[in-house]
């Protein structure tokens, strides 16, 4: 095959965030754009000979495009063959998964995650290493270098590959494989649950819904959910793939996945119901008229895990991300297992698994997951709350009040503003680090303040430190507020404004969140300033 070398001119702006570089559409699609950071990931690689890469997304906008570009720049750039899911089609799961299976050098994943697709909305692109997970900072930091210096790109002269149909493409040597990932993802989870028992809870009348969002679970939700679980076809929202995901916003929690919420919330709501999101790493958990929070679903997997056979004989440890209330944490010193805070970003979990060290992780932000693969699952974690179901007859309302019962409750709450202009978001950062030195012994109401920081982290690993993570207010009863800025959007900034208070007491933990919360969420705003800075009175979302 004849390689063509193309010069280009660098780009700025092409720094990686907690999960690889997103942008609007429009930006990928300029000239050289998505090719120079593609070449800066193979700049940033020793790919050794023959080497495979996994590749696919969440077949959303400029996928299909895409993926024939980089087909041709890897067979370039000396990989011997390219592992794709049908139709381009690959969760982020799935994706991990293929990576490990397989044993590929590595994996481009490509997906905006959770955010809308469209013309006018948002792309994605990620590198996975050899273990599936996200690459570590010392990679992208070391591809944003590559970026800001990049000159040319290579691309090989090949015509396109059709990946509608499953099979093998050879041109010139180089081959591309298109495979039936769903079937391989859908092989993993039927290895790890009691299907059977699923099976049985749902032929004894029990009803559940699932919500893929237009997104791309929906044909892993067929085949798991329909074909080897037995649920009905008209129990499964929304699972055609779409471009642009219907027109919706494919983050499932309770203002974007309003109708399910309406569903489960209903005259006929079903015994369980679930969503997940773009790419199909992120869940949400409802039962009957009761939505639990990720920071609780996390917490009752691990105190449950034994009922699920692929965790019967316990757990090595369980992580979280700093933000996720620290639930799970009171369920590990039962249990007498480890428990690692870490910053948000799955990257940060896959030393940890790795090693050894954990066996389940979660992320308040609607991810969890465990150590079969290296990114947090949502159809997993549907799986999880399905096996814990069926093993001991309880409804979702119960198992969590019962642990609430056992282990108290972390009333906890997130409030997101969206599209804040950068200069507003940086402002309210500054003003509470300005508060540092005077804030400790400060008196708001009922809550003292104790201490103040910027989270940091020391991977107990390799060693690496990761520093500015997010804002801490810890009040002396245990309550806390953190406040960070995401990583996740493609346009301004968004604020994340994290509520947490633990309680024991019966009666405070039948609450609503927000009402239990009120005051903290006032003391929150009086340190922050933040409707004064922003002039938003309300937040976008709050979960």
């Given amino acids: 095959m004849s390689i063509?070398?193309?010069?280009?001119?660098?780009?700025?702006?092409?720094?990686?965030?907690?999960?690889?570089?997103?942008?609007?559409?429009?930006?990928f699609q300029q000239p050289h754009y998505l090719q120079n950071f593609v070449q800066s990931i193979f700049d940033t690689l020793e790919i050794p000979a023959n080497a495979t890469l996994t590749l696919g997304g969440d077949g959303r906008y400029f996928n299909k495009e895409a993926i024939q570009i980089i087909i041709k720049m890897a067979a370039a750039n000396g990989f011997g063959k390219v592992l794709v899911g049908q139709h381009g089609i690959l969760s982020t799961p799935a994706a991990s998964h293929l990576i490990r299976k397989y044993q590929t050098f590595g994996g481009i994943i490509l997906s905006a995650s959770h955010n809308p697709g469209g013309p006018d909305d948002d792309f994605g692109i990620k590198y996975n290493t050899s273990n599936g997970g996200p690459a570590p900072e010392k990679i992208t930091d070391t591809i944003f270098a590559?970026?800001?210096?990049?000159?040319?790109?290579k691309l090989a002269d090949l015509?396109?590959?059709?990946?509608?149909?499953?099979?093998?493409?050879?041109?010139?040597?180089?081959v591309v494989e298109v495979i039936d990932a769903v079937s391989d993802y859908a092989d993993l989870m039927e290895s790890m649950f009691d299907f059977a028992a699923i099976k049985r809870w749902l032929a004894a009348g029990h009803r559940l819904t699932f919500d893929a969002m237009h997104a791309v679970t929906g044909p892993y939700a067929k085949e798991i959910l329909g074909n080897r679980l037995g649920a009905s076809a008209d129990s499964l929202m929304n699972c055609e793939v779409s471009e642009n995901f219907g027109g919706g916003h494919p983050d499932p929690n309770l203002t974007y996945a309003e109708e399910l919420v309406k569903v489960a919330y209903g005259a006929q709501a079903p015994d369980f119901a679930a969503a997940s999101d773009g790419d199909g790493d992120r869940n949400m958990i409802l039962g009957n008229?009761?939505?639990?929070?990720p920071s609780d679903s996390l917490a009752l997997i691990a105190a449950n895990a034994k009922l699920i056979p692929a965790y019967a004989k316990g757990l090595s440890g369980v992580a979280r991300s700093m933000p996720t209330s620290g639930a799970v944490d009171r369920v590990a010193a039962k249990l007498g297992i480890a428990c690692y805070e870490t910053p948000t970003g799955w990257k940060f979990f896959g030393n940890l698994m790795d090693a050894g060290r954990v066996t389940l992780c979660g992320e308040e932000s609607f991810g969890t997951g465990s150590d079969h693969v290296r990114e947090k699952d949502g159809l997993w974690a549907v799986l999880c709350w399905l096996n814990l179901l069926a093993a001991t007859g309880e409804s979702v309302e119960s198992l969590v009040r019962k642990h609430w019962q056992t282990y108290g409750r972390n009333v906890y709450s997130r409030h997101d503003y969206e599209g804040v202009p950068t200069e507003q978001a940086n402002a309210v950062m500054a003003h509470i680090k300005a508060q540092f030195a005077s804030l400790p012994g400060q008196v708001f109401g009922s809550y003292t303040v104790n201490t103040v920081d910027d989270f940091s982290y020391t991977d107990p690993v390799d060693g690496s430190v990761s520093t500015g993570q997010g804002l801490r207010i810890l009040f002396a009863c245990g309550s806390r507020v953190v406040i960070r800025l995401s990583g996740t959007g493609t346009e301004g900034a968004t604020i994340r404004v994290y509520l947490e208070a633990f309680t024991q007491d019966p009666a405070q933990q039948q609450l609503d969140a927000q009402e239990a919360l009120a005051e903290l969420i006032t003391v929150s705003h009086q340190i922050s300033q933040l409707p004064q800075l922003t002039g938003r009175q309300q937040p976008t979302v709050i979960t």
């Fill in 146 to 153: 590559n970026s800001k210096q990049i000159s040319q790109y």
């Fill in 4 to 27: 063509q070398t193309v010069a280009t001119q660098a780009f700025s702006d092409q720094k990686p965030g907690t999960s690889g570089l997103r942008k609007k559409v429009r930006v």
């Fill in 159 to 174: 015509p396109e590959v059709d990946l509608s149909s499953i099979g093998v493409t050879t041109l010139d040597g180089f």
């Fill in 289 to 293: 008229h009761f939505f639990v929070t």
